[in-house]
């Protein structure tokens, strides 16, 4: 029997056939519960029934999925290789902020000084339209940092991240690999503001708001940091980023091993890309697994 398959009770199986979900893959140290959740995820976003179990036993990719000629076709799984060849691309963020005093000041904050910091912060425009400051949400300690790009409207109102939409999907595909929002996970945006009507945020307005991601960071000393979409890409790797490009690549914020994903809300505008995000998360997975144990 494959490992990677989840034993499936005969009605379990049926139900899912009846359903057109096939045979499902699922990540090896799931315990059933979580499994169950990531199935039911997995349904909910709609992320093709069958997974190529490759996925979930390789680290990385040669190269990312998009930018590689299949002999085999487009429906073809992407080509993988082990863990030996991982790539990690080394950058190192140098804060161009030009009020140093502001920023050695941020870096010596504490979790309630920070976020007291950021409620009151007015050093860009984006705080002369906001309704409050987002500043983040999750585990303190967690393993797992997500960065995405700032808050939209309903995070503006609600005060936390991602809770929109965009958050809903984010939940979900964090269900898929059995990770959930608040338990080792940490959440936060490279700006704490919303920029109005939605807007991306300028490189400047990135900038400023650096020094909060970056005492964050090192509070929580995840792990792991997803970068979700390019504007948290670009915080974090300073340098230009296309995501398309970048996925399936091990970067690094000073020393924490950073991958890139697309934005949830660019899932939902882009449902075909849903399951190169997927493959992302199984990456993301397969890399926590293999980090040295701290
Ligand atoms: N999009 C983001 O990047 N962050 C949020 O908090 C919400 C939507």
């Not at 096939?22 to 090896?28: A, S, T, V």
């Not at 398309?244 to 914020?253: H, N, S, T, W």
Request: hydrophobic share 40%.
């Amino acid at each position: 029997m494959n490992p990677t398959l989840p034993a499936q009770s005969p009605r379990r199986a049926a139900v899912l056939r009846e359903m057109g979900l096939g045979p499902l893959w699922l990540l090896r140290s799931l315990d059933a519960a979580r499994a169950e959740a990531a199935l039911q995820a997995r349904a909910a976003l709609g992320f093709a029934s069958t997974v190529n179990a490759e996925v979930f036993s390789s680290v990385t990719r040669a190269q990312p999925a998009e930018s590689q000629a299949s002999p085999l076709g487009p429906q073809s799984p992407p080509r993988l290789q082990q863990p030996a060849a991982l790539p990690v691309v080394v950058t190192e963020k140098v804060a161009p902020h030009r009020d140093s005093g502001r920023e050695q000041r941020i870096a010596t904050l504490d979790w309630d000084g920070l976020e007291e910091e950021i409620r009151s912060c007015q050093a860009c425009v984006l705080c002369e339209r906001r309704k409050q400051a987002v500043p983040g949400v999750g585990d303190r300690k967690a393993q797992w940092m997500l960065v995405g790009e700032g808050p939209g409207a309903e995070e503006d109102l609600r005060g936390e991240p991602f809770v929109g939409q965009a958050g809903k999907l984010l939940d979900n595909m964090l269900a898929a690999v059995g990770l959930r929002r608040g338990e080792g996970v940490y959440i936060a945006n490279a700006v704490k503001c919303r920029p109005p009507h939605n807007r991306t945020p300028e490189s400047a307005e990135i900038d400023t708001c650096l020094p909060f991601l970056a005492r964050q960071i090192e509070l929580v000393q995840p792990r792991l940091l997803v970068a979700l979409g390019r504007p948290a890409a670009q915080a974090l790797l300073n340098m230009e980023v296309r995501i398309g490009a970048a996925r399936g690549q091990l970067f690094r914020y000073r020393n924490t091993p950073v991958l890139v994903t697309y934005h949830p809300a660019y899932l939902l505008r882009n449902p075909q890309d849903k399951s190169k995000a997927w493959e992302d998360l199984c990456f993301a997975r397969r890399t926590m697994a293999d980090l040295p144990q701290a």
